[in-house]
């Protein structure tokens, strides 16, 4: 079966993949003839005749891990030149992925929060040193919201925008466990109804006593990016999601609804969504005590996640986002050139139950955006995409421009 995919990839690609290595080719719409003759792997979209390995790859690497459907986007010096849908966007697997499906990003929407956050640092209207929340310490902070039920760690004054961004600000989840995933008990300190909402999460989290000292070590935590979403729809008086694309990607090219909120119920979500392959019988945060659901569908609020892992987009965003801001280390969210050479290679991934996410860039001139609709599989497929990747000739474009 995989053989047969593989080799119907590579013909399809031949047929509408044309143009010369660097000129973007039309956009080729989804073939029922293509979904019937791929043997349960529909493959959509447009395709380069340099890249038929990618497809081989790719439908590889989902058969060999059960994945249902994915997208792929791979952009050269900003300029998308592949653009694919493969394996199916329902729970039945009969209607095939389309290449330009939105899909949750999991944690690939911290670095986009970030890079919105770097804008108004370039603006002057904070610092990285700013205080991220306004706790009583002189000169007070960004965030005003009152501890719960009073400050849990005087630490927490110290707690600056650096912090957050670097994942430096004290919280350890590896000991404390993930604090904006215990809605239940959060809504119920409160003696509201769950789920609690971000402002009574964060509350809440500035109740309790801190795992180090900031800026003392690292440790990986949602909470940095959830509190980064907050202050920035405070201080621009503007959803999360506007503030991202008047700031971020709107300057790069990236379509009005290519990038939206997510939404935790199906109803809700948007049209070009598939479903989200995830476990059965979860706890519903916003009926604890009702029936149990599929995870992707109200085991947390996917609504107050939208500054740490809520966003959702195409894969086609990812790659143009990638292009032109960095995705990971001390320089996350800065602008960069979308020709830059360098030795470099960053990335970020996303996991949620039903959502694995990929944003890959490289000093080739080269970034690129995956999404599936199962859970993670980022980390093991960005190997199997470098590697085909190293063995194309890309030619000379770009410059040279130091980064990691």
Same mark, same amino acid.
């Given at each position: 079966m995989g053989v047969l995919c593989a080799a119907v990839c590579a013909v399809w690609l031949m047929l509408v993949g044309g143009a010369a290595f660097g000129q973007v080719p039309s956009q080729v719409p989804s073939s029922e003839a293509v979904v019937a003759s791929a043997d349960r792997c529909p493959v959509s979209g447009a395709g380069h005749p340099a890249l038929v390995a990618v497809d081989e790859a790719m439908?590889?690497?989902?058969?060999e891990n059960d994945i249902p459907g994915a997208t792929v986007a791979i952009a050269l010096d900003g300029e998308v030149v592949f653009e694919r849908g493969y394996g199916w966007a329902d729970e039945a697997r009969t209607e095939a992925m389309r290449p330009d499906a939105m899909m949750r990003l999991a944690s690939v929407s911290k670095p986009i929060t970030m890079a919105a956050v770097r804008t108004l640092i370039e603006e002057g209207a904070f610092g990285l040193e700013s205080f991220a929340f306004d706790l009583g310490q002189d000169g007070g902070g960004l965030l005003k919201l009152s501890p719960y039920p009073e400050l849990g760690d005087e630490r927490l004054r110290g707690v600056t925008v650096r912090h957050l961004m670097r994942h430096e600000g004290g919280w350890d989840r590896s000991t404390a466990g993930d604090l904006t995933y215990m809605e239940v008990p959060i809504a119920g300190a409160f003696g509201v109804a769950s789920p609690p909402g971000r402002e009574r999460t964060v509350r809440w989290i500035l109740g309790r006593r801190l795992e180090f000292a900031p800026g003392e070590?690292?440790?990986?935590? &949602?909470i940095g990016a959830l509190t980064l979403g907050l202050i920035l729809e405070e201080r621009e008086g503007m959803? *999360?999601?506007? #503030?991202?694309?008047?700031?971020v990607l709107d300057p790069i090219g990236v379509a009005d609804g290519d990038h939206v909120a997510g939404r935790t119920f199906l109803a809700d979500r948007d049209a070009r969504e598939p479903w989200y392959h995830g476990r059965s019988g979860r706890v519903n945060v916003f009926d604890p005590v009702g029936a149990r659901v599929d995870g992707p569908c109200g085991s947390w609020d996917h609504e107050a996640r939208i500054g740490q892992g809520g966003q959702v987009a195409t894969a086609e965003a990812l790659a143009r986002f990638a292009a032109h801001y960095w995705v990971n280390g001390e320089r996350i969210g800065v602008r960069k050139s979308p020709t830059?050479? +360098? +030795?470099?290679?960053? &990335?970020? !991934?996303?996991?949620? @139950? +039903? !959502?694995?996410? *990929? %944003?890959r860039q490289r000093g080739d001139g080269l970034t690129y955006g995956v999404l599936f609709n199962s859970r993670g599989h980022g980390g093991a497929?960005? +190997? #199997?995409? @470098?590697? %085909? *990747? @190293?063995g194309v000739e890309w030619g000379e474009k770009g410059n040279e421009e130091g980064g990691r």
């Open positions: 439908v590889r690497f989902m058969r070590r690292s440790a990986y935590s &949602n959803a *999360l999601d506007e #503030v991202i694309q008047r700031r830059a050479r +360098g +030795g470099w290679k960053w &990335n970020h !991934t996303g996991s949620l @139950d +039903g !959502t694995g996410a *990929l %944003v497929v960005r +190997g #199997v995409l @470098d590697d %085909v *990747l @190293d």
